[in-house]
């Protein structure tokens, strides 16, 4: 007798169309939105590999039937159809922007792992972009935290940005560490310019998905000047820890945005009817 239902094994959505399907099918119509070819980065010495990758927080990479890569292909499946469904007419058509209520939450790490799910599953370049100032960011954790990127990308017009991303060990993924300012993370004299960038790179990169690690909405500014600007807002909520009030709130601070998606983190499973478990169960 099978330990899992095999729809569930084999990953289908609620209507029972296989996962691989539905990503193919939302891969086509994404594809007729945004141009067919990105341009590509000129080769680049700046690079982050793949054990620097997994060390920060990558889940994904290598792993194709583990519970956690199955549940980020039904994310992705998700954020492409929202991509270019009932944006508003402002809003960038490539940008997602990954926040959360409060810090701790895993809204870093769903958005490295989104990004790198994008990449590994769609035909075209992702550009994973970090614009949190605080200590402790994914550019930290990337060991890049010194490195220029967005916040000198955002105070100087002639920087280019293919002198900033750095290449990484997943194909398609790109990635724009935070950068350093003579603004420190406090001033709202950053938050302008920031936007202002992120306008500069959907218009310089337009048949890339930009991907945004955005701060918490109940701790920084950021996520509400920015969620104007994405097609798509997700913000990830912990299992058991984020209170009512602040789902509440911090969606109200964000609504600008009329794409809104909830991804709940770090739950605890007590089944192995998800996706992926029958997967796991059968790797040793």
């Known amino acids: 007798m099978p330990r899992l239902d095999e729809d569930v094994a084999a990953s289908r959505d609620p209507d029972g169309v296989p996962q691989d399907e539905v990503l193919a099918r939302e891969k086509g119509a994404t594809h007729r939105q945004l141009p067919m070819t990105a341009v590509p980065f000129p080769p680049s010495s700046r690079r982050i590999d793949l054990p620097a990758m997994l060390k920060g927080g990558l889940a994904t990479a290598g792993k194709a039937r583990s519970r956690i890569a199955e549940e980020f292909r039904v994310t992705v499946v998700r954020a492409l159809h929202y991509l270019r469904e009932g944006r508003a007419p402002e809003a960038l058509p490539n940008v997602i922007l990954v926040t959360s209520a409060i810090p701790g939450e895993g809204k870093t790490f769903t958005a490295f792992n989104l990004a790198a799910s994008i990449a590994g599953n769609w035909l075209g370049d992702v550009l994973l972009v970090d614009t ?56 709202g004299s950053v938050v302008r310019p920031i936007g202002t960038a992120i306008e500069r790179i959907s218009r310089e990169l337009p048949g890339h998905i930009i991907v945004l690690d955005c701060a918490p909405c109940l701790s920084s500014s950021d996520a509400v000047a920015f969620a104007p600007l994405a097609a798509e807002v997700i913000m990830v909520i912990e299992a058991g820890r984020t209170q009512r009030s602040e789902i509440d709130i911090s969606l109200e601070l964000i609504r600008s945005c009329r794409n809104i998606s909830l991804v709940l983190n770090k739950v605890r499973f007590t089944t192995t009817a998800t996706f992926g478990a029958y997967y796991h169960g059968s790797e040793s």
């Open 132 to 187: 949190d100032t605080k200590l402790g960011s994914l550019s930290s954790l990337l060991d890049v935290g010194t490195a220029a990127g967005l916040l000198n990308y955002a105070a100087d017009d002639n920087l280019s940005l293919g002198d900033l991303v750095f290449q990484t060990g997943v194909a398609g993924l790109h990635f724009l560490p935070i950068g350093a300012s003579n603004a420190t993370a406090e001033d």
